[in-house]
Each structure stands twice: as C-alpha cells, then as structure tokens.
C-alpha cells in the first residue's frame, strides 16, 4: 500500500483515548493508533502479523517529512525573494 494522501486529523478525545504520545501527535497519528491497536492484539494472540500497519505509519511519517521539508524550501526561498 502506497501512502499518497494524509489520513484525517485525530480529534483531542481519540488521541487521548488511543493514548498517542505528544511526540506522535501530527498527521500520521491515526496510523500510529491502528499499530499501536495492533500491536495489543498480537500480545494476545501471536497469530496477528502487524508488519502492514507499521509500515503504514512509516510511510506516512516519510511522506510528512518530505512535506515539511518542501515547505520549508519554499519558505526559505519566498524570504530571499523578499530580501532582494
């Protein structure tokens, strides 16, 4: 699965309900709530593989660091326009 787009925003009450760490509160959260959810069942059951979730939320947190750093080219370069 190729992660193309953001999932939704996790609302307050989900992140504390999912107990996201503050570290892992930003657009991938909802990723981070599903393997953490998974990783539960597997303790439970050894059966409940959750390589895919992971992998998910990897891609996801790539995908959000290519963004921010896009973002802050742009910003960087609107300035030096500015400043000229």
Known sequence: MTV???PPLLSEED????????RWR???AAHFALYH???KRQS????????????????CENLDLIRRKQELKEVK????S???
């Open 4 to 6: 193309t787009e953001f």
């Open 15 to 22: 992140l504390q309900k999912y107990k996201v760490p503050l």
């Open 26 to 28: 930003d657009r991938c």
């Open 37 to 39: 959810l998974c990783l």
């Open 44 to 59: 439970a059951d050894t059966s409940v593989d959750c390589k895919h979730d992971k992998h998910a939320w990897e891609e």
């Open 77 to 80: 370069e609107q300035r030096r």
């Open 82 to 84: 500015e400043l000229q």
